[in-house]
């Protein structure tokens, strides 16, 4: 247990730029006291306590969320699980791997590539972000077009719920034995429980990786030429369809490029013949769907430099205004509320030296998502009306998202951010979820709050 104050205030953040503010300004909510478990058997004690005395509870892995997932709003106790950070039991013919919920996301890679694996969940959070937060936040990778997302890479976990049981799921992902648990628990951003482990599904360090990069006329030319590749049963490892201010803001930027207009990051992997085929037949598609080839070179260069954008100089700093509006929906509704979000964002906060950009990078064979990052470059000196228009800009968008039948996240989860939009979102299922949340956490003490919960 840490009461310092250091502590406590240390471990009372994540990356939610309310939050951040907030802090800055002296004004944030800080735990009560910080609990370090060493085992999932602490975990579960603890939570067993909390339930008993009524202290809420916020679990908390590496901070890197943006969401305000980890934000102990209610005081109580901030449950740090770092130190539940073992590697085990490597299934090398399964391809599974055992990690805890504290393993950091880039200490498990460099463990697996030493042994000529790879976990295929590489988001940009991979240098902060820890196990526990991929999976409670149901988070995403750049590979996830032929990986799939963190729901998809886990064969079964061990979950400490409030009562201070401790349950594991079924062992394999693929089962006809009643509901999946894990889908339970993955995404409930430590409302229901606390995950502490999770078996991981592995893939064999590529033989070979290649990359390109497609140019387009226009956003829907491209999403168009992107659907017809995907369901004709492509499946590049990463698709990346920047808009012109995107391609400018991000690419331009970290490559030192004059680069400009619409552009598609490709990169394919696994065995070389596979490779070849895959590239070359992919970009033929896209060529004859309007696009123009490119060549490699753009392409491994947003590979090789990927990370910058989330590192000074190239992120933003407060006493700027940011966050990423991360919208998803099926290819018939996907432009139209992107461009209502767009609308939205430059007909009513331009006059804060807004900067808006979108880039389409997850794709399903029914859809896609967009990330539309906004900066406001000169908001209101005064916290009070930033905080106002932050909190605007998301109600409102919310509504607009919702409105054009998209969905309003993909992967970020949705923490205090969202927490207003998830009954709208949800619609008559939110019942079930306010019922499963009773009965898990009778107490009410599990992250208070999140989820609108």
Avoid: C
Wanted: hydrophobic share 45%; no cysteine; net charge negative.
């Amino acid at each position: 247990m840490l009461t310092d104050e250091e502590a406590r205030r240390e471990r009372s953040l994540d990356t939610y730029w309310k939050a951040m503010a907030l802090a800055k300004a002296g004004r944030n909510t800080v735990a009560d006291v910080v609990v370090q478990p060493r085992s999932a058997e602490e975990v579960a004690t603890t939570l067993a306590i909390a339930a008993e005395e009524g202290v809420p509870v916020v679990p908390r892995a590496g901070g890197s969320g943006s969401q305000g997932g980890a934000i102990p709003e209610p005081g109580g106790i901030l449950l740090d699980l770092s130190a539940l950070d073992q590697i085990e039991d490597l299934d090398e013919q399964a391809l599974t791997v055992r990690a805890g919920a504290g393993v950091p996301g880039l200490r498990l890679e460099e463990w697996l590539n030493e042994r000529g694996y790879m976990f295929p969940h590489y988001p940009a959070s991979l240098h902060l972000a820890q196990v526990g937060g991929y999976l409670a936040a149901k988070g995403s990778g750049v590979l996830s077009t032929k990986y799939g997302k963190i729901e998809d890479l886990v064969a079964s976990m061990r979950v400490a719920l409030p009562s201070g049981e401790l349950i594991e799921t079924v062992p394999i992902p693929r089962h006809a034995v009643g509901p999946d648990l894990n889908q339970l628990f993955i995404g409930s951003e430590g409302t229901l429980g606390v995950i502490t482990d999770a078996t991981l599904i592995l893939r064999p360090q590529p033989e070979h990786r290649a990359f390109r990069a497609v140019g387009f006329d226009d956003l829907a030319t491209g999403v168009e030429a992107i659907r017809k590749a995907l369901q004709a049963g492509w499946r590049p490892a990463a698709v990346r369809l920047h808009d012109p201010e995107a391609t400018r803001m991000n690419l331009a930027r970290i490559l030192d490029s004059d680069v400009s207009g619409v552009k598609a990051i490709l990169v394919f992997d696994g065995p070389q013949a596979l490779v070849e085929l895959e590239e070359r037949e992919m970009v033929k598609a896209l060529v004859a769907a309007g696009g123009r080839d490119e060549g490699p070179e753009l392409a491994q260069g947003w590979w090789e430099n990927r990370f910058k954008m989330y590192y000074p100089p190239f992120k933003p700093e407060l006493p700027q205004v940011w966050g990423t509006i991360d919208l998803a929906a099926t290819f018939s509704r996907i432009l139209p509320a992107w461009e209502a979000v767009r609308e939205l964002m430059l007909r009513d906060y331009s006059q804060y030296g807004l900067v808006f950009t979108g880039h389409f990078s997850h794709w399903y064979p029914w859809g896609t998502m967009v990330y539309g990052r906004f900066v406001l470059n000169e908001p209101p000196d005064d916290v009070d009306e930033a905080i106002r228009i932050y909190d605007e800009i998301w109600a409102r968008s919310s509504e607009v998202i919702l409105r054009e039948g998209a969905v309003i996240n993909d992967h970020h989860g949705v923490g205090l951010k969202l927490a207003g939009d998830l009954q709208a979102q949800y619609g008559a299922g939110w019942g079930v979820l306010k019922t499963l949340k009773g009965a898990l956490d009778p107490a009410g003490v599990m992250n208070p709050g999140k989820l609108g919960l």
